[in-house]
């Protein structure tokens, strides 16, 4: 157990954020694309290797925040998570992800030539033409559409388990990113407007609002990254479905305390508050992750138990014993 | 970065679950507390406890440790937490009192203290809240008037757990009445016997826990009881307790509620629902996230940090993951959670109390504000 940035993992921190700092942030109107410039960057620095067997994916937990934070639109979560474990050759484009039978705008599905569906038990990943997918009129920042119907031979097909998992990480890790960013500018903002002669954020209604959200991201925070590395099905869904509803939270929070201003153009809160509302929408949100993960984590209880005559034990002075060790034991 | 568990660290917290198993009677290892239920056995507990070497495992060999790393004694936490806490008052002894008097007792106080505490064989209370100072700890009006080698004690300490079998009290009182209020504080190791020293239970609606108040009337203790210089025990008080918002594992006994109430609420067929479900599995990764923030906050405690803003994040995360599991547990069972010594009603009063002991949750909040977030200092 260590909770401090080994040397590697502090150099490539230092390289993702010297990348990040070289790179403009594209700011043209019209509609949103994703950062074609800093994706082509990332990978001449080599950070899209293709992960070597005992690798974990806290690298791809640490890349695909800090390019989140920095409020950049550049698909790399499900690159790095997905792609990086899954094709032989990591795609250029993004990539779409669905489950079977959604009909819902996905991210970057109008860029996108591969198409992930995941059904009941298989993933599988088809070659679609982005130029016949469906752009959806939207405005939460991700560019969204309809992809075009997947067809013929999947390219590639996993257990569904393994694709969900990493959706889930790659999901999680960007909303930790865009809460971090959104709190940060609201913090700043706050620190230094001033109403009744004092600085907002020196009101402890405001201080009190602001500290439980830095709580959530930090919890957010720790849980992606043990379930990066641990690279397990329940704990990445449990993040997930913690990142999803922390990240409601986040967003209506953080424009209720920048009150006018947190809503114009300018001041930019929106690049990570709207981002937020998509991610925590996206893979049917924080019920779906919050059920995924109830049926990992107790699916022993649930099997076991689900056939039992409902009701037959009453809790009435119900003294329970302790559940076996192996339950919350560190897997 | 990483977040596995060396395989010592592992094999012993197999090994003290099963002594857990085998040594706390089974009426105690049930998820729902009693009345102070251990404050009578926990002597006897703890002897055995030290005997394995399992109780300051993390102390220094000079003073009955074993210098162990400060996972092993987290993990040594968590396991008697989730078990009830069988070492009752005696938590507080190994977590901070202990550590205090080895930062800044005497020789004679060392000798006379450590010995007992690493052995299991003392309980102790601690004479901090008043009736007008809980969270404004410094405001306190108990006073220690120094008459030759002695002091005399007049005051009276609340909301006091364990008083009414301890052994000593670790005691704080102004020292002088002038002056700035943090530098006005010393510490006294007291004996509870000492004539002049009054216990009263005070009745709560808690069931689970007993408070007294204590009353000091005249009570003189000697000058060697002070613990650290005359009006510099504040500093020594606020290290020692900075260990202890991440020192009640909470999490760990709130998991294993929730995996019983999940379990109940498969049994009743409830746990179909998706809500129930999303319920249950936030509150999980809330003790989960809980669980890290205090191994991150132990983890740079053990290499020597001073307090720092973690450890109010990881408190605060402790505390919403009790009331998370308890929330749940109560939406499973509803009115039957309003039976007495159920399962869910010791949960709920459990939930009820984790936001006070340890520093109020709105005080953990102001100090991250302040000291991790850096916003200006309050109005």
Redesign the interface.
Known sequence: ??????ER?LQLRSLIRGILAQQERPDKAGAPVFDAALMAALRSKGLYRKRAPGD?L?DAAMITEEVSQANRLAPVGLQLFLCAALFDQIPQEPIAIQYEGSRVPLRYAASASTLVILGDVEANAYRVDPAKAELAPSNYVYPLAYPAPASGKPIGTWPVAVVRRRWQLALAAEIVGAMSAALAQV?SY??DRKQFG??I????A???R???L??SV???R??V??AA??DDDA?A???A??AA?AARQVCLDAHQLSGARGFTLEFKLYLSTLRLQALSLEGRG??Q???C???E??SV??TQ??G?E??????????????E?S????S | MEFAWSEDEVEFRQTLRAFIREHVRDEDQLLVPGEDPYSDSSIEFCRKLAAKGWLVPHWPKEYGGSDASSWIFAITSEELWAAGEPRGSQYMNVNWIGPAIIAAGTPEQKAQHLGRIASGDVLWCQGFSELDAGSDLVAMQTFAKKDGDHYVVNGQKIWTSYASKAEYCFLLAKTRQDGDPQHSISIFLVPMNTPGVRVEVVPTMLDIHTVHRLTFENVRVPASCRMGAENAGWPIVRDALSDERVGTPRYARAEEVLNRVVEIAAERGLFADGRLQRMASHASAACRAARLLSYQVRQSRSKGAGAGPEAYIGRVAIVRAEREVAEFAVEVVGEESLLGGSLVDGEFRTAMIAGLGGGSYEMQLNLIARLWLRLPKGA
Not at chain 1, 310 to 323: C, H, K
Not at chain 1, 327 to 330: A, E, M, V
């Open positions: 157990m260590d909770f401090t940035l080994n993992q974990d806290l913090v706050l620190s004092k600085r954020g020196s009101f402890q405001v201080q009190h602001l500290a439980e830095a709580v930090e919890c957010a720790l849980l990254h043990e590395w641990r704990l869904a449990s993040a479905c913690y509803t924080a019920t992750h919050g059920a993960a109830a049926n984590h107790w209880a649930m138990l689900l039992c409902a009701g037959n034990q009453s809790i009435q002075g119900g003294r329970t014993r302790r559940s060790p339950s919350h034991s560190p």
